[in-house]
């Protein structure tokens, strides 16, 4: 906003050039953006945020130099009018219709005024701030709203049919031409200014042409109301119409000082216009200020600004920004909070206030006493740092996505006739559920980065997910990672780094020791949508599924703009939250040699490695150290329908040299009992 230095300095007494100035008002939170002058003119542009409407006038920029010391207010000259003709109810009558959105209404009927050019010095303080001189009286209402801060609007008294004003909700249809030439189609839902059969203004924002003063007005009706700031914000936003006037209102105009701008504008009527003030001004208030009252502390300013600042000082700043003293108690004081002031609510607001203007500079830098009462790791969060650690081994990245997503979302990847906890006030359609799985977010983050061409994917994330039950949301835990299908890079070796479904299971099993100690997986047919039934299984723990590995299935990829393969791991962790709380136990390793056999079968294809895996570690064969499967080969030579494959097995004891014999024995017994489960071969 643009204030000139001239116009301010009518109100304050200040050695402090424009510079000195901007840094006071800087510190004290009413940043300066920029100083602009040309010849005798210089011009503030201050960003003063929404919660200041305080400080949106020149009164209120002269209150802030003053409390810091830096100057003495000059008053505004008391109005030096004197009253005369017939009382204002007897020219006009107002009436309220919707007390909820206009809390005061004043109204003040000056007559005979003569039209005409505003004076000089007022013009060139209005021009200076950016403000088109227009005529006295409208300067003037200008002149106010930028002197005190409250919007005021002139109404030429002879266009007021039944010399009423009514405010009230707009009717359904009703239209009104606004003084920007605009016809208005209004709703219900706008804030009107009627006489007695039209609209004449709308609320707070702009009047209408129907009623605007010319250059033959006589009489002018100055209206000085309170307006709700949300009526005024919605009908300001649906219109498309930004005022000086609703830009204030929408942010909390003072309504204490609503009488005081009509005053001081029929003053300044009388002075320049030649105005005569009817007695009695309307004063219609169904919405009577009651200020708030905050306790003081004695010790809070201590204990929050870690800095001890004189009492004397306090009460001299609070005094100085418009609060009154109550009363002491033995805590602290009690301060009325003033009308203008709608943004100190609480306690910590009145530190803030003394705070900004003993100034931050002067608090010296030290650590906050503050003893931690410390707080145990939740299982869940366990579980969680977990999945970090091993994913991020893996040369994972992690993601963290938000909660919501759009359905579509989620029914990409969870099925189609499963419910989703809905957001009741959601900031659109694409956060309007809760995700049902991670991946339906993390999908998101993988194709923002694939079309920024990060195509050595590797992302996982761990986090909540939320079902329907009943009233409420089912909360779990939940992980998913996905990444590109294929050779990623090449190390300076020459190897390939390579992700593929693999990749994912070996961090499945990696993170399965890390927290059981043990593998207890099972995989079964896929039986997802989101992943192709050919090239993924489904995660089993006790027969029931908690997850899905494998490839995405192109529907997916299409649903989210994804032109590339991906593999993917999804993975409910509400069975494994509180196991890594189990106590882990370590044996020595064992100094004795090993031995191993290798063997190749031949075997149906549709029999799955771990029901091979299973049944080898039913047989619980002494000195058996471990197995694994090393080769798997289909294609030239291979009988269709089968496969062949080769494991090894190693042999250790703890306490003796197993010598080929034993091995032999051992091995040979495997072998029988798996070419009997199988139907194997032995090649």
Known sequence: MDFSVNWLRK????????????????DQGLTVDEIRRDGDSIVLDIDVTTNRPDAMNYVGLAREL????????????????????TVTEENVAVEIQAPDLCGRYVARYVKNVKIGPSPEWMQELLQEAGIRPISNVVDITNYVLWELGHPLHAFDSRFLQGKQIVIRRAVAGETMLTLDGVERKLTPEDLVIADGERPVALAGIMGGENSEIREDTTDVVIESAWFNPVSVRKTSKRLAIHTDSSHRFERGADIGIALKAANRAADLMAQFAGG????????????????????????SLKRI????????????????????????????SIWQVPSNRLDVTREIDLIEEVARIYGYNRMPSTLPGVESPGRETSPSELIFNQVESVFSAGGFYEAISYSFCSPDDNLAILPKKMDMVRISNPLGENTSVMRTSVLATLMSVAALNLKRGNLALKLFEAGRVYLPKGAQADERVSMAAVAVKGVQSRAWNGREIVADEFTMKGLLNRFEQSVSGMSRITYGACDSAAFNPDKSAALLLNNHTIGYLG?????????????????????????????????????????MPLTQRDSAFLLDRRIRYDEMEAF??????????NFRLFDRYEGKGVPAGKVSIAINFVFQADNQTLNNEEVNELHQKMVSAFIDKFGAVLR
């Open 11 to 26: 109100y304050i007494e200040t050695k402090l050039d424009a510079d000195g100035i901007a840094e006071v008002l800087t």
């Open 66 to 85: 003053a409390t810091s010391g830096n100057g003495d207010m000059i008053p505004i000259p008391e109005p030096s009018f004197t009253e005369s003709g």
């Open 276 to 299: 005569e003030v009817a007695p009695k001004p309307i004063d219609a208030f169904p919405m009577p200020f009651a200020a708030p009252e905050i306790l003081l502390k004695s010790d």
């Open 305 to 332: 600004l870690g800095v001890e600042i004189e009492n004397d000082f306090v009460e001299k700043t609070l005094e100085g920004l418009g609060f009154s003293k109550v009363q002491g108690t033995k805590d602290g």
């Open 551 to 591: 490839q995405l299935s192109g529907q997916v990829l299409s649903h989210f703009d994804i032109d590339y393969p991906l593999v993917a791991l999804e993975l409910d962790l509400s069975d494994f939250v509180g196991e890594t709380q189990r106590t882990v136990r370590f044996k020595p390793f064992s100094m």
């Open 616 to 625: 080898l570690k039913s047989l619980d064969v002494p000195y058996l150290k």
